[in-house]
């Protein structure tokens, strides 16, 4: 029976959410199972009746009262029975506001080769219901391996029963791994892909950090056995911030090994998940190398666009796991590296904050100038166009704008610098910059300068955390590692810079009024 077909039925009976239509197909699936474990089911089937009492019997306890008449589910019945409960589900996702995540069919199809070459024998995929996509096709290319699917999620729970029932090599597991989680088991291979920053309000146990990634890897780590390997799909942030990420860096590299981590395509969770997302393989057993790199969607598969080795003393020595400053120009960062000179995280140089969050509905005809994304064209800051905002300067006082200061785009998909001149009025930043505030040991221009080299742009790219729209944290950028020359050497490379750009505009300006007074002339020869 088509599937649209079934969902007209549904539709018709005022059934619409997904929830609704999912627990529906449900309770004809129960219903349905239960009848076929009696000898004599033809009287049933055939008769409205006796077919609706059945499933009241079988199926109100655990997915509540039925919310029409008998008629309505001889009707559903007939045409649910012979749907694919996965298909219908994955269908209903599809057209369902985008909350939950469905990961793409070339990604499962990935971890079914990764299976395929690690031969596991114990088997863990957590919430498993996000795996629909591929999961049956992972279970029936490893029949020999066992396999434990979980969710948190009672509907889901059913579903995974029903959908799995007749795999003897298959155990459903109703848990969260966000809490005490499965007791003693151990596995060879565990796949995840936990929510993304969510703080559980109850734990179990203290776990090194308050997010619910950081919790859930924390915890798949404990149920590998001593050949095992966790594949686990991570934000950004995981790889190089604080908060605790940064305590769980350090336990992987001191009782595990990084295996492999690559950057996955650009928006392979959306439109629920627009965060930069990295595949993460950890393993129980030591290595001598790591391998990073970039996966890339071609023809419908997942291939190895980018992909360099390491040695594990390499990363274990960092502070982070910013594989893009590696995977950068090989020879810019081991002279950036390598280099004799002095070199200092920009929180002990400067003062780092982002700006204030204004409306559009909240510009006004005020004094207060709010500074922009739009006001920053080619490393200079246009003052004329501004918006304003009438408020009081003591309450924006801590977003005030003052000489020197370097502010950086940290929305947007243009990475934008600029250094602020003070003005007659006062000028805010918007939420949409990052503002670095310049101590006694460098100015704002020579910080500008080492932001836009390639340098400091593959550093500033490293703590990307969006994709295709840039999502930039001012703590992150507080992180990033520079020289430090003495403020003489500064001044003289300034000099140099802006002597050089002061040459360039001269010459584009020449060029352009050239090229107009020759158009003109020829345009006059038209005439």
């Avoid at 007659?424 to 670095?436: E, H, K, M, P, Y």
């Avoid at 340098?455 to 430090?484: C, H, Y």
């Amino acid at each position: 029976m088509n599937i649209n077909v079934a969902l007209n039925v549904l539709y018709q009976r005022y059934l619409s959410s997904r929830e609704q239509l999912l627990r529906e197909m449900l309770r004809v699936k129960i219903t349905l199972k239960n009848l076929k474990q009696l000898e004599e089911n033809r009287d049933i089937l055939s008769d409205k009746d006796k077919l609706f009492q059945f499933m009241k019997r079988s199926t109100e306890e655990e997915l509540g009262f039925f919310p029409a008449d008998r008629e309505d589910f001889f009707d559903f019945f007939t045409v649910l029975k012979d749907i694919d409960l996965i298909n219908f589900t994955l269908e209903i996702y599809k057209n369902a506001f985008p909350d939950t995540v469905i990961t793409p069919l070339y990604l499962n199809k990935f971890i079914s080769e990764r299976i395929a070459k690690l031969q596991p024998e114990k088997i863990l995929i957590t919430e498993a219901e996000k795996h629909l996509t591929g999961l049956r096709e992972i279970i029936e290319s490893n029949r020999a391996a066992r396999f434990t699917l979980t969710t948190d999620n009672k509907i889901m729970h059913i579903l995974l029963q029903l959908a799995f029932a007749d795999y003897n090599n298959v155990r459903i597991n109703f848990e969260s791994i966000y809490n005490g989680f499965l007791q003693d088991d151990e596995y060879d291979y565990i796949y995840t892909l936990p929510v993304f920053s969510h703080k559980p309000e109850e734990l179990s146990r203290d776990f090194l950090t308050r997010d619910s990634c950081g919790i859930a890897m924390e915890n798949m780590l404990a149920h590998l056995n001593k050949k095992g390997t966790l594949d686990i799909i991570v934000p950004a942030k995981i790889t190089f911030a604080g908060l605790g990420n940064e305590k769980l860096r350090a336990y992987i590299t001191e009782n595990y090994q990084l295996e492999s981590i690559y950057i996955l395509p650009e928006g392979i969770f959306r439109p629920v998940i627009a965060f930069k997302t990295y595949l993460i393989s950890i393993s129980a057993e030591s290595k001598d190398k790591i391998i990073i790199g970039t996966l890339e969607l071609h023809r419908h598969a997942l291939k190895i666009r980018k992909q360099k080795s390491i040695e594990t003393t390499e990363l274990s020595a960092r502070e982070d796991w910013r594989i893009e400053l590696l995977l950068a120009d090989d020879e810019t960062m081991k002279r950036f590296r390598s280099s004799s000179l002095q070199k200092v995280k920009l929180k002990d140089v400067a003062e780092v904050f982002r700006g204030k969050s204004i409306l559009k509905k909240d510009t006004s005809c005020g004094r207060i100038a709010v500074l922009n994304i739009s006001n920053l064209e080619n490393g200079e800051i246009d003052y004329q166009n501004m918006d304003t905002i009438a408020a009081e300067e003591r309450k924006v006082k801590r977003y005030e704008l003052l000489t020197g200061d370097v502010v950086l785009s940290c929305r947007g998909t243009i990475i934008k610098s600029a250094v602020f001149a003070a003005q007659n009025r006062t000028v805010i930043a918007s939420a949409n910059l990052i503002v670095i505030r310049p101590k006694e040991k460098v100015t704002g221009k020579f910080i500008q300068i080492f932001l836009e080299s390639p340098m400091g742009l593959a550093m500033i790219k490293s703590f990307q955390r969006g994709t295709t729209v840039m999502n930039i944290n001012f703590a992150d950028i507080m992180e990033i590692e520079m020289p430090l020359l003495s403020i003489e050497k500064q001044e003289e490379l300034i000099k140099n810079y802006e002597s050089e750009v002061f040459l360039y505009r001269k010459i584009i300006r020449m060029a352009k009024k050239r090229l107009g007074d020759k158009k003109r002339k020829i345009y006059e020869e038209l005439l």
